[in-house]
């Protein structure tokens, strides 16, 4: 029984760490997961729930830690001035504020792209911090995270259709403003409230949808993350009030293990992806599967 109960959770950080990354939502996939295959880890049924919202705390945690390895190069803004030609940085003093001593330097550069995350999560914040528990239990159901699969990957399409052709104005970090990262923090808001929408899927149209290029949305999209959902996951953790016992920590920790491994191949397979290629494969897959959901809600199978 508690090897079964690891092999579900390997499978349910494998689809945490491919479905979190690309725009194709979590929440749809994972109540498939949830209903088909349900996660106890050694609970018993009073609490189970309980469990299984610590256990996809412990996912997302594991997610985020692969943002932040794969970019800690471009997330960590404080720098050394011995290490700065080392780290491929341009080595100029006066792009760098000098903290303390002039060996340690902070690069105007990422503090400005830091700025611009603080107000793009400040919506998205505010909204889950005072409604997360309302709107989950008002829209987290299978028919309405269908609908957001379909709704969100027609208007990739129409996204993808219309800046077909057209030049990317916004191809590097520092050309992103405060006015452009609020906007679309305002996008991110949508995902907060409607489950399905897809964080990613979302942050990244309102992305294309004022210059950026693919690559640099995709990027934005995962610095966004940090904040976003270590506040949030944090917070829920927090919240926890139920015991582990040990067949439950050690689920707890192969899934999140899975998560983060998975996680560091899908941002970067993304991200070269991308390069040469547009989102619209992302967004039939999301119809499909949003059909899917409807019509397995409809036979009564979740």
């Keep these: 029984m508690e090897w079964f ?32 295959l349900p996660l106890g880890g050694g609970a018993s049924p009073e609490q189970s729930s309980a469990f299984f919202s610590l ?14 390895v794969n970019f800690w190069p471009e997330l960590w803004p404080f720098r050394r001035q011995k290490t700065l030609a080392a780290s491929g940085l341009p080595y100029d003093k006066s792009a760098y504020i000098s903290l303390f001593s002039d ?11 830091w700025i611009n995350i603080v107000i793009a999560v400040i919506p998205a914040g505010i909204v889950g911090l005072l409604f997360d528990d309302f709107f989950e239990e008002l829209f987290y159901n299978p028919f309405l995270v269908a ?26 970090m520092d050309q992103i403003s405060w006015r452009i990262a609020l906007i679309i923090g305002l996008f991110q808001v949508i995902a907060a409230i409607f ?3 897809s964080r990613s899927g979302i942050t990244i149209i309102g992305g294309l949808l004022f210059g950026l290029s693919r690559p640099l949305a995709a990027k934005f999209t995962f ?28 689920v707890l920790f192969v899934g999140m293990l899975t998560a983060f491994l998975v996680s560091i191949l ?18 039939w897959y999301r119809i499909a599967l949003g059909v899917f959901v409807l019509a397995v809600a409809f036979a009564g199978l979740i």
């Design 223 to 250: 610095y966004l993350a940090v904040p976003v959902m270590i506040g949030a996951n944090v917070l829920k953790l927090f919240k926890y009030d139920a015991g582990v016992n040990s067949t439950q920590l050690v």
């Design 55 to 68: 256990f996809m705390v412990v996912l997302h945690l594991g997610s985020i830690m692969a943002v932040i």
């Design 195 to 197: 489950p399905g929408t």
């Design 266 to 283: 899908v941002i970067r397979g993304l991200l070269k992806f991308i390069r040469n290629n547009n989102f619209k494969p992302f967004a």
């Design 103 to 113: 060996s340690l330097f902070l690069s105007r550069s990422q503090l400005r792209m």
């Design 147 to 172: 609908i957001a699969l379909i709704v969100v990957g027609i208007i990739f399409i129409l996204m993808e259709n219309y800046i077909a052709g057209k030049a990317s104005k916004i191809t590097e």
């Design 5 to 36: 109960e690891l092999l579900k959770s390997i499978l349910y950080g494998i689809v945490q760490g491919v479905t979190e990354w690309l725009p194709i939502s979590s929440t749809g996939h994972l109540i498939l997961l949830e209903n088909w």
